[in-house]
C-alpha cells in the first residue's frame, strides 16, 4: 500500500499508510470515541468539513454494509486509524472499508499513534489538518492548510441538505415536517416507528411553507458546523415559535436557541463519541449517550425562555432544554444513536407526547 501524511496546522506531521482513496483531503480533525458504528459515522452530514480520527484501535473489521448507511454518501473530509483490517470478518458484510471509502474517493491512513492524536487535541483543540498520498513536500503542503478556512462563520448546512422535499413513510398517525439540515436517516426511522409520517424539507424552506402543511410536530435535524453560520434556520425558526410543538437534535438544538435570541461558542475539541454520560436533572439518573456537535449553547442567554433539563457529566455543557411556556424540546445529544447507546430513545416518544394527549 501507499504511504499517506497527515499535517496539521501546528506543524506536526504523521506518516502512515494509505487505505483509503488516492488524493488530498482538509478538514477540521476531530477524535470519535465509539469503539463501532465507523460506517454510520461516516456518512452522518454532521461530520461535513472534518476529518475523523477513531481512539479505538482497530478499525475495518467487519466491513461494511448497506443497512448502516445513516445517509447515501460519505460526508467526512477523511478517516485516520491506528490499525485497519482489510479482511473484514461479518455475515453481513458486503465489502471491506477501505474499498468502499476508494469508491467514495475519501482519503484515509493507518498506523499512525492515534493516542498521541488524540492527547494533542485534547491539549491544543480541534485544528485544521491536511491529509494526503501525495507530495509528502510539508512545505507546500502547509501552504494549502494556511489557506484552508475555519468551520466557524462557514455555512455548511446548505452543502449537506436535500434540494427538493421527500417523504420518509407515507403511512402514519402523526404528520412531521423535519428540516434537513444534515439529517441523519435514523431520525426519520425512529419517527416512522413512532407512527409518524414525515415528509423532509431542505433547510431553508420558508416557515410559511412548512405551516401551511399543517404538521402536527416539527423536527430540526442534526447538521455540521458553526450553527450561528445558518441565519435563514435561525430566522425561520423564530417564525415556527408558538405555532407547532418542535423538536430540536443537535444542530437543530443550537439553532432554536439562537432563534430565541440565545448564544452559541466553540468547544475546544467538541464531543464526538458513544459514550458520554448525560444527567437528567429532574430525576437524577444519568443516560450514555451518543454525540456529535463542536459547539454548544450558553446557558444564561436562555435562561428567560428555556429551562435547562440535561447537562454533560465531563464538563457541565447543556445537552437539553424545554421551553417554560410553549410545547418546545431540545437536546444537544442524538437520541437516535447511531451508532450509540440507546438510553435516549425514549425522547422521541417525550415529544409526540407534546401533541398527542391520548400519549401522555
Known amino acids: 500500500m501507499k504511504q499517506a501524511i497527515l499535517l496539521l496546522e501546528d506543524g506536526t506531521s504523521y506518516i502512515g499508510r494509505s487505505f483509503g482513496s488516492d488524493g488530498e483531503a482538509i478538514g477540521e480533525v476531530v477524535f470519535n470515541t465509539s469503539m463501532t458504528g465507523y460506517q454510520e459515522i461516516l456518512t452522518d452530514p454532521s461530520y461535513k468539513g472534518q476529518m475523523v480520527a477513531m481512539t479505538y484501535p482497530l478499525i475495518g473489521n467487519y466491513g461494511v454494509n448497506l443497512d448502516d448507511m445513516e445517509s447515501n454518501r460519505v460526508w467526512a473530509e477523511g478517516f485516520i486509524v491506528s490499525e485497519y483490517t482489510a479482511s473484514p470478518s461479518h455475515w453481513a458484510a458486503s465489502g471491506s472499508l477501505g474499498g468502499w471509502l476508494q469508491k467514495h ?60 422535499n421527500y417523504s420518509w413513510n407515507t403511512e402514519g398517525q402523526f404528520h412531521i415536517v423535519a428540516y434537513d439540515f444534515g439529517i441523519k436517516q435514523n431520525i426519520l426511522r425512529m419517527l416512522a416507528s413512532h407512527n409518524c409520517r414525515v415528509t423532509v424539507v431542505p433547510a431553508y424552506t420558508p416557515a410559511s411553507q412548512v405551516l401551511s402543511m399543517n404538521p402536527d410536530g416539527i423536527v430540526l435535524s442534526n447538521g455540521p458546523g458553526d450553527p450561528e453560520a445558518a441565519s435563514m434556520a435561525i430566522k425561520n425558526t423564530a417564525q415556527l415559535l408558538g405555532k407547532k ?11 432554536l436557541a439562537l432563534a430565541l435570541g440565545g448564544k452559541s461558542y466553540k468547544l475546544k475539541f467538541g464531543h464526538h463519541g458513544g459514550n458520554h454520560p448525560v444527567m437528567d436533572l429532574a430525576t437524577k439518573k444519568i443516560q450514555i449517550t451518543a454525540q456529535n456537535h463542536g459547539f454548544a449553547i450558553d446557558p444564561a442567554s436562555v435562561e428567560k425562555e428555556m429551562v435547562v433539563t440535561h447537562i454533560n457529566l465531563n464538563d457541565g455543557t447543556v445537552e437539553g432544554m424545554r421551553h417554560k411556556q410553549l410545547p418546545i424540546l431540545s437536546f444537544q445529544y442524538h437520541p437516535e444513536s447511531s451508532p450509540g447507546p440507546h438510553d435516549a430513545h425514549q425522547l422521541f416518544q417525550t415529544f409526540i407526547n407534546l401533541f398527542s394527549p391520548a400519549n401522555r
Open 105 to 164: 474517493r475519501i482519503v484515509a491512513i493507518d498506523q499512525i499513534d492515534t493516542r498521541a492524536l488524540t492527547r494533542k487535541i485534547r491539549m491544543k483543540g480541534a485544528m485544521n489538518g491536511i491529509l494526503s498520498t501525495a507530495p509528502f513536500n510539508e512545505t507546500i503542503l502547509g501552504q494549502k492548510l494556511k489557506t484552508a478556512p475555519s468551520l466557524v462563520g462557514q455555512d455548511i448546512v446548505s452543502k449537506v441538505s436535500c434540494s427538493e
Open 245 to 255: 410543538p418542535i423538536l430540536g437534535i443537535c444542530l437543530g438544538h443550537q439553532i
